[in-house]
């Protein structure tokens, strides 16, 4: 017996203003709808059928207990070979929405705009945060690093045509209010340090820390799951300590426990920085979107919606939202902030960084000793 259940409010059938279509006999069983769509070019924007626009059309209904009720009432449909649902025998006549657009599917390797954003938003965006559209879709949809809730943020705020607004917004947060990410913050703290090593972890950790959060999908501070990035163990006893294979010379244990606590300061630090620059620039963005909302009535934007907008203008900024893979996003992120960084550290420290660039992730510094493998 196939699953059914009785709809609490049942639709008058047939439907009005529908194009009929007689089901064509498969055999044992007629035509399924997911069928029906593809011979009638019913389609999802992915060019994939769509078979519940014909059920809902014919049955108001996306509860598939509810399609078998209609179909054994309507059309006296036997079960399917699943023993659960419902199939045609062929012959029956349903009714499809009329006008039915059959969208002209991409080129190959043609990105298209994500689920829920149309090309005209796609195009403000581009145009907000200078990228090409053609990138922007590939971003958005191969990366699947913007969350619905940003892509809500995005359509809504390309509908007020407010993108521009809220791009120059956050750069003003970014760069004018802040510095570069509240860099005095960091050389109050520094000074404190008693070990220039540690200011040195410290200031790799805080870069690390930047570009964890910005390419990596999941790690927000609104949904707390931003984490302190990974300590290179080995890279540092080996150049910090002179140990060997690995291992913390018996009295050097103190100095490990040092550097790996100016790893997580920094760390620290630079979260505590970026969690102020998404509470200021939610407050910035929310006020220049009301004054140049143009009296119409603009919601105001979460934190977590705020926080991915800033990532997107961080990885535009930086050029990596052009790159494909996380770790490159990552390498060119980090040293975008420790290019910056790195004068105004040595400066503030007396210290000169030997280092001119950052691997990515940090334990890739593991993978610069002689002989070892990065796993």
């Known amino acids: 017996m196939p699953l059914t259940q009785e709809p609490a409010s049942k639709v008058t059938w047939p439907p009005q203003g529908g194009e009929p279509v007689e089901v064509l006999n498969k055999g044992k069983y007629g035509e399924s709808f997911t069928q029906i769509a593809e011979r009638k070019g ?3 924007a992915s060019g994939e059928p769509d078979p519940w626009r014909i059920i809902e059309f014919n049955f108001k209904t996306r509860n ?3 399609v078998n009720w209609y179909l054994v009432k309507f059309f006296n449909c036997p079960t399917a070979a699943d023993g659960m649902n419902c199939a045609f025998k062929g012959g029956e006549k349903i009714f499809l929405p009329k006008a039915t657009p059959v969208p002209v599917p991409p080129k190959p390797g043609e990105p298209v705009p994500p689920p829920g954003l149309t090309e005209e938003q796609v195009k403000q965006l581009a145009e907000a945060f200078d990228i090409d559209p ?4 590939r971003f958005l949809n191969q990366y699947s690093w913007v969350s619905d809730s940003a892509l809500n943020t995005i359509g ?3 509908e007020f045509g407010l993108m521009g607004a809220a791009s ?3 750069g003003a947060v970014l760069t004018l209010g802040q510095g570069v990410l509240g860099m005095a913050l960091f050389f109050l703290w520094w000074k404190r340090l008693n070990q220039e090593d540690q200011i040195a972890l410290g200031a790799f950790a805080g870069c690390y820390q930047y570009a964890d959060w910005v390419v990596n999908p999941k790690a927000t501070f609104a949904g707390r799951t931003v984490r302190t990035p990974e300590f290179p163990s080995r890279w540092v006893i080996t150049n910090f300590l002179h140990g060997t294979n690995g291992q913390i010379p018996p ?3 103190w100095r490990y426990d040092e550097l790996k606590q100016g790893w997580e300061a920094g760390a620290l630090k630079m979260r505590e920085n970026l969690e102020k620059i998404i509470t200021d620039a939610q407050v910035k963005l929310n006020a220049e979107l009301k004054a140049k909302a143009n009296g119409k009535v603009v919601p105001d934007l979460t934190r977590e919606q705020t926080e991915q907008l800033v990532k997107m203008y961080i990885l535009s900024e930086t050029g990596a939202i052009k790159r494909q893979y996380t770790e490159t ?9 420790y290019k910056q960084l790195k004068p105004r550290v040595e400066e503030a420290s007396n210290l000169k960084l030997l280092r001119n660039e950052l691997p ?5 510094l593991n993978c610069e000793m002689p002989g070892d493998i990065c796993q």
């Open 64 to 66: 598939p207990k509810e």
């Open 360 to 364: 990515y992730p940090s334990y890739r």
């Open 329 to 337: 996003r990552g390498y060119m992120t980090a040293n975008y902030l």
């Open 134 to 137: 053609s990138e922007v879709n």
């Open 251 to 253: 009295d050097k244990q």
């Open 168 to 170: 120059e917004a956050i």
């Open 156 to 158: 809504m705020i390309a």
């Open 42 to 44: 019913i389609r999802k």
